[in-house]
């Protein structure tokens, strides 16, 4: 008898395991994506699903797909089954709703909801919106007044780490999911609201550089608190804090993540024992022995064994002169990588360096300096390498904009050289008149704005990005031109 | 027999012109043609360098705009450079894929490398002798040197090896531009002709400074009394003024020697005081000097335009510019009744290319650039002089010297002091030893300067010991141990196809002699 009944149970459990099987099939919780945006996802998501589908991905009859949600047109009635991941608070029958299904998000703006309901709300919730579609400053949301039901199911969709589709246009097919950003640079201090116009409590913005673009986050008051540890740990952060963070994808005319983590992992400005710090590096004797850690803004041609580097960390910028380099590691020197650098001070017409014949090594971390406007210093009667602020900022990247072009350009200064020379060409702003370089070196004959260079008219009003370069004053190295309209 | 020995003879010969036609890919040596053919159209190269200066790039154009409504069959393209350098990597880059240029200023050291490949650069004695397209050649369109009317001491300076490689072109020295207000503070004189005990004894007089760190010579916290553009030129001159090794023809490197370091331990405690420093450290002489913060600048006369407080090349700010008396003196001198300067400036070669009538009509835009025109017009742009005596004597030319101080531009007085100092001192010139290599031996010359005045500023220890280590360095750096000794006092292995046509020579006349021993043999034996 005992042998007939195991004989049983071992059948029942086998098929049971097969059918299981059969099930977990059907019902994977991390299907392949079918959107473009999903697809471009590459990253491993940082936090698995902590609660098993309930068939996510099967809608019912009559309910759109995520994709058809999308195409929709605004003002069309649409009606959705997603998944509830989060919500603002609750506030006179209206709630703001984070929601996702397994091919995307959904924001669901003051959707109708009593308080009672509200409360129901938890993450994973199943529910069915009945609304309809609008599209506000690129948001695309179900407008306010929907009104929803809740059904049996409970998915919560995966954190994507979407930090290398940051600045792509793939990221907008992301848009209100849950994701990360990994080794993002804070590069200014919070703010209470945009304009730091607030207080505490109010809604917190910080800007977050990666490579060579800053982003607006955002902590949204109404979805994480003054109380709460994000909005605790935002308040904190300091410009050159090294950070992840969380949240949901939120449009605001580009991507203005609603962040819900931030964990500091380091800062920008640290220095390893016997570094110096950009002013011990600045107060130094010429001919003192340096060693800095820096990083890479931009490079000269590699050279016979040598490279030109522009660097900066979080304080300033430095100018690294045909440092020691072999044509293998001049390859590795791509923007943001950080490294040490241990040679001699120099200075040369004015131009604080270090010395040719330094030699570096490669370290872990990134960092690109935002550009500094110079604009608001180009005033009547200024020499602008006088400025203190604007000598402050030597070897810096800088922006100029409005500038007027007064000279045609020229190869070499006064015109004798030829194409694939450095071009000079004069500009003014407020009565401030001086010469902006294309160093060949470092923009060829081959770069836009070599070319961009070469065509400008007197007359034109540009607007400038550019090394602060000195030679005897403020000379930039320009590696970006845009003619104003 | 005849018939056979008709044969052996034959047998001999093709073998060796076999020989000779082994490596037949190479360029061939330059042959002038009998005749210039006008009715064919020509299209030549010129590699100019410029010290960038627009107005050199002008006279350029006209000289081709000249120059081809005399030829209208010889079209010349232009490209300009502003440094030697780039040319020379070019021209090596251009010679492999046999895309050289038809003329091209150089340096003779530069020529020395270029001949590495066989042919390359166009030995010129030849057309220089030619009776028709020679120099003064009787079927010339322009009104050109004869050979005797080229300084013979520039043109000295073109034979490489075994003959002339190329013509001088511009030809400057090294000034040394004083800031006489300064030294007149100070209580001393300027001397004809400076010593370097002079130079090192007034330019420590200028360090004091007040407690706040201001030099109380200028007024200012920045001050370098003594600044030299060129260190290889540095080195070499003083070992020249005191007749030490540095190389020699032949391509010996003798530039590692006691001399050399003791010149190098003179130079210490003024770097260390940092009343000397150089181009590669601080940056241009004369921004220092016109702004009043160096008293003695050194560099090549054709940078006299840049010069002084009324400079009209001055590269600082105008608010900067310090007004002061500018003196222009030879380089110093350890014994000052003998000095000793370095000639420079950029010559012409032309390079060798399949068509012979090619290599003419480059010959002649060359010499063309030897004519008063041009050599006139681009000597006043900088402090060179011609390299012609029928342009240096010319009534324009004298007119020219003449008119010094007249203005701030064409008369500028420092670049026209700056010509005269070295008109008056071509005998006085010197070069260095051609080979291939001499560039980087010139260039370890100033990395020696370079690296002690570097290490004493940057507090190391200067010794022997330093030294030899830095002797070695250098040598291993620039590549020194891989230039090629040529030996003229043996002759060397002999080539190839002498020896082969030597041996086929020995071998029939052997088999001649042994025919005629043979018939004489047998005839006495039927006799």
């Known amino acids: 008898m005992k042998k007939l009944v195991s004989i ?80 603002q608070s609750w506030w006179d029958n209206k709630i703001s709703v984070y929601a996702a299904d397994t091919e995307g998000g959904y924001f669901l703006y003051n959707m109708t909801c009593s308080e009672e309901d509200a409360a129901k709300l938890v993450p994973g919730t199943k529910i069915r919106v009945k609304g309809y579609r609008a599209t506000w400053a690129g948001e695309i949301e179900v407008a306010e007044g929907a009104t929803f039901e809740i059904l049996d199911g409970n998915y919560i969709a995966p954190v994507k780490d979407v930090t290398n589709m940051l600045g792509s246009e793939d990221i907008i097919y992301c848009q209100n999911l849950p994701v990360a950003f990994n080794g993002l640079t804070v590069v200014s201090a919070p703010t209470y609201k945009w304009d ?12 977050v550089a990666l490579d060579n673009q800053v982003f607006t986050f955002t902590v949204e008051s109404y979805l994480r608190g003054k109380d709460t540890e994000v909005y605790k740990a935002v308040e904190a ?39 110096m710090t950009f002013a011990d590096y600045m107060g130094a004797e010429v001919d003192d022995e340096v ?127 030829t194409r694939g020379d450095d071009i000079y060409f004069r500009v003014s702003l407020n009565g401030v008149s001086f010469s902006l370089v294309v160093e060949s070196y470092l923009r060829g004959a081959d770069t836009d704005v070599y070319k961009a260079v070469e065509n400008l008219k007197q007359g034109d009003i540009i607007d400038v990005e550019a090394y602060l370069y000195w030679y005897n004053g403020a000379q930039p190295h320009v590696i970006n031109v845009t003619v104003q309209q | 027999m005849k018939r056979f020995i008709t044969l052996l003879l034959l047998l001999a010969l093709m073998t060796a012109l076999l020989t000779g036609c082994h490596g037949g890919k190479k360029r061939v040596a330059f042959r002038v043609p009998m005749e210039f053919d006008e009715s064919k159209q020509y299209e030549i190269s010129f590699w100019a360098k410029n010290d960038t200066n627009i107005t050199q790039v002008n006279i350029y154009k006209q000289a081709i705009a000249d120059f081809e409504a005399l030829y209208p069959n010889i079209h010349v393209n232009l490209k300009t450079y502003t440094d030697y350098a780039t040319i020379y990597q070019d021209v090596i ?26 042919n390359v650069v166009v030995q010129i004695d030849a057309l220089m002798a030619d009776p028709n397209y020679g120099l003064g050649g009787s079927k010339l369109k322009f009104d050109g040197p004869t050979e005797e009317e080229i300084v013979p001491k520039f043109l000295q300076e073109c034979f490489i090896g075994d003959g002339h490689y190329a013509l001088p072109y511009m030809r400057s020295t090294e000034a040394l531009y004083i800031n006489k207000d ?79 370091k003791e010149i190098l331990y003179s130079i210490v405690p003024h770097a260390k005081s940092r009343s000397f420093s150089t181009f590669k450290i601080s940056s241009y002489p004369g921004n220092y000097l016109n702004a009043g913060q160096c008293i003695f600048a050194i560099d090549s006369t054709a940078g006299a335009t840049w010069m002084g407080s009324n ?42 290319k399949e068509d012979e009538g090619e290599v003419l009509a480059s010959w002649l835009f060359m010499q063309y650039m030897l004519t008063n025109d041009v050599q006139i017009a681009y000597s006043q742009t900088e402090g060179y002089i011609p390299v012609t005596s029928k342009a240096q004597n010319s009534d324009v030319y004298q007119e020219y010297l003449s008119l010094e101080g007249a203005d701030n531009n064409l008369h500028y007085d420092v670049k026209i002091k700056a010509a005269k100092l070295f008109l008056s001192n071509i ?36 010794d022997d010991e330093f030294i030899a280590q830095m002797y070695e360095d250098t040598a291993a750096l620039k590549h020194l141990d891989q230039i090629t000794v040529t030996d003229t006092k043996s002759f060397g292995p002999l080539p190839k196809t002498s020896a082969v046509l030597l041996v086929s020579l020995v071998f029939v006349w052997t088999v001649l002699i042994g025919i005629f021993i043979f018939r004489r043999w047998k005839a006495t034996q039927e006799g």
């Not at chain 1, 459990?13 to 079918?34: I, M, R």
């Not at chain 1, 949901?248 to 993540?257: C, V």
């Not at chain 1, 045909?322 to 990588?337: F, I, K, Q, W, Y």
């Not at chain 2, 003083?238 to 020699?248: G, T, V």
């Open chain 1, 8 to 87: 049983l149970l071992t059948f029942v459990l086998a098929f049971s395991v097969f059918t299981a099987c059969g099930k977990k099939e059907k019902n994977d919780p991390t299907p392949a994506p079918t959107t473009p945006a999903t697809e471009a996802v590459t990253a491993t998501p940082t936090e698995a699903p902590t609660t098993a589908p309930d068939a996510p991905d099967v809608k019912s009859e009559g309910v759109m797909t995520h994709a058809q949600y999308v195409a929709a047109a605004d003002e069309d009635e649409v009606l959705i089954e997603c998944y509830v991941q989060d919500h």
């Open chain 1, 196 to 207: 730091n116009s607030g207080a505490p409590g109010d809604d917190l913005y910080f800007k």
């Open chain 1, 237 to 275: 952060l300091k410009v050159g804090d090294i950070v992840n963070l969380e949240g949901f994808l939120y449009w605001y005319n580009g991507a203005n993540p609603h962040i819900t983590k931030a964990t500091v992992i380091g800062n920008v400005d640290a220095k390893s024992d016997g570094v």
């Open chain 1, 291 to 417: 060693t800095i850690e820096c990083f890479v803004q931009d490079t000269q041609s590699w050279w016979d064994g040598k490279i030109t580097v522009y660097a900066a960390d979080l304080s300033g910028a430095y100018f690294i002169y045909n440092m020691t380099c072999s044509e293998e590691d001049a390859a590795r020197l791509v923007p943001g990588t950080k490294i040490r650098v241990k040679g001699y001070k120099a200075m040369w017409a004015g131009e604080i360096e270090v010395a040719e014949g330094a030699t570096f090594e490669f370290l872990e971390g990134s960092y690109i300096a935002p550009a500094v406007d110079l604009t608001p210093y180009f005033t009547g009667d200024t020499i602008i390498s006088q400025v203190p602020e604007v000598a402050a900022l030597m070897n810096h990247l800088v922006t100029v904009k409005g500038l007027k072009v007064t000279g045609d350009p020229m190869y070499k200064y006064d015109g004798s050289g």
């Open chain 2, 93 to 118: 880059t251009n010679i492999a894929t046999d895309t050289t240029p038809n003329v091209c200023i150089t340096y003779p050291d530069h020529i020395a490398t270029y001949q590495k490949g066989s």
């Open chain 2, 182 to 260: 300064l030294v007149t503070k100070l209580g001393y004189d300027i001397p004809d002709v400076p010593t370097w005990d002079y130079i090192w004894e007034v330019s420590e007089a200028a360090m004091k400074q007040d407690a706040d760190g201001v030099f109380l010579v200028n007024g200012q916290t920045t001050l370098i009394p003594f600044i030299y553009k060129s260190t290889d030129n540095m080195m070499i001159s003083m070992l020249k003024q005191k007749d030490a090794p540095y190389s020699d023809s032949e391509g010996h490197v003798l530039l590692f020697n006691d001399t050399t």
């Open chain 2, 311 to 352: 400079a009209p090349n001055s590269d600082i700010h105008s608010e900067n510019i310090v007004q002061f008396e500018t003196v222009v003196r030879p380089i110093p001198q350890y014994d000052p009744s003998n000095p000793y300067m370095i000639s420079q400036g950029p010559s012409l070669c032309i390079f060798t």
């Open chain 2, 427 to 462: 005998d006085r010139t010197f070069v260095t030893p051609v080979f291939a290599g001499s560039a980087s031996v010139r260039e370890a010359a100033g990395e020696l300067v370079e690296n002690v005045t570097r290490s004493v500023r940057r507090k190391k220890t200067v």
